[in-house]
């Protein structure tokens, strides 16, 4: 009896000792710390849909990652950030001692778990090891999925993601596609280069088009073999942690650089070339505009 007093008794202090080690090393190391995720702000970004009621069953407990309520409680491995919260750590404890705790209350999107009811027994399930715990569920559809290693930086990517397949026309027109960038701004600068797009195919056909047509035309004539391009003269290889879509940026801003006036003039596969051969190589001089790209696209991806 008294070893179970004791081992009771561990579990908040060595959880909260836990706590402070990891906030201490994330400072030192000058990294951003990983909060408990927000179920509005998930929901919010991603465009939670409806919801369905799911029932009982065992989870993973590794596959919870939110709250609807306690980010000031938890951090994302639920230890305890605050020392108020004992009292209520060790009752919980004491009525379950064996883990077989009742099941906890959770919200479902994509295979993770967003806690409503059931805090201190998903924190006291982590620190004794517990790999499944029974929970009633409500899943929630959302437009766009939560991603795999869901931080509020990847969840901030994906909800730019969906604004700008929305607001392009492209996600109707070519479900199929898939637009990447490592930093949100690149939407905002590709949903530009769709709308001149679609600006000079109007002039061009004499005819207003829809959001769809022009984004479909966009990505068949221009985005698509500018990448296909890419990969022909081994533009990909020489930025192996870029994506397709910051290489099509870079293209551009090349040959924007090149012809100012009429960048239409340098066809894909110069533009291509162009900016392969502007990729800074040691004691190779290289214009302040070049290097100001290359230099934002390194920090990017690096």
């Avoid at 379950?96 to 006291?124: N, S």
């Avoid at 005819?207 to 047509?213: A, G, K, N, Y």
């Avoid at 221009?222 to 081994?234: F, N």
């Amino acid at each position: 009896m008294s070893e179970r007093k004791d081992y009771l008794s561990s579990s908040f202090p060595k959880a909260r000792r836990q706590e402070a080690y990891r906030r201490l090393s994330t400072v030192a190391k000058g990294r951003e710390q990983r909060p408990l995720l927000s179920l509005d702000e998930v929901s919010r970004r991603l465009g939670a849909l409806e919801q369905t009621y799911v029932g009982v069953r065992p989870i993973p407990v590794d596959k919870i990652v939110g709250t609807v309520s306690r980010v000031d409680d938890f951090d994302r491995d639920f230890l305890p950030k605050r020392s108020k919260i004992q009292e209520r750590w060790q009752q919980v404890e004491e009525s379950w001692p064996d883990g077989d705790f009742p099941p906890i209350v959770v919200y479902e999107i994509d295979g993770r778990y967003f806690v409503v009811d059931g805090h201190h027994r998903v924190a006291i399930a982590k620190q004794r090891g517990i790999e499944m715990i029974d929970a009633e569920i409500t899943e929630l559809r959302s437009r766009t999925p939560l991603p795999a290693d869901a931080d509020v930086g990847s969840i901030i990517m994906a909800e730019q993601e969906r604004r700008f397949m929305e607001e392009s026309g492209l996600g109707p027109a070519r479900r199929e596609a898939k637009v990447e960038f490592s930093r949100p701004q690149g939407y905002i600068e590709l949903l530009e280069h769709i709308k001149i797009h679609g600006f000079h195919l109007m002039m061009e056909r004499g005819e207003v088009l829809s959001p769809e047509d022009i984004a479909a035309d966009w990505y068949d004539r221009v985005y698509v073999p500018t990448i296909e391009a890419i990969r022909r003269e081994g533009l990909d290889a020489m930025w192996p942690k870029a994506t397709d879509a910051d290489l099509f940026l870079w293209v551009g801003q090349r040959r924007r650089e090149l012809f100012p006036d009429r960048p239409e003039d340098l066809d894909i596969e110069g533009a291509v070339r162009a900016a392969r051969e502007a990729t800074p190589r040691p004691k190779r001089r290289v214009s302040s505009a070049t290097r100001r790209v290359t230099d934002r696209l390194r920090r990017n991806v690096d």
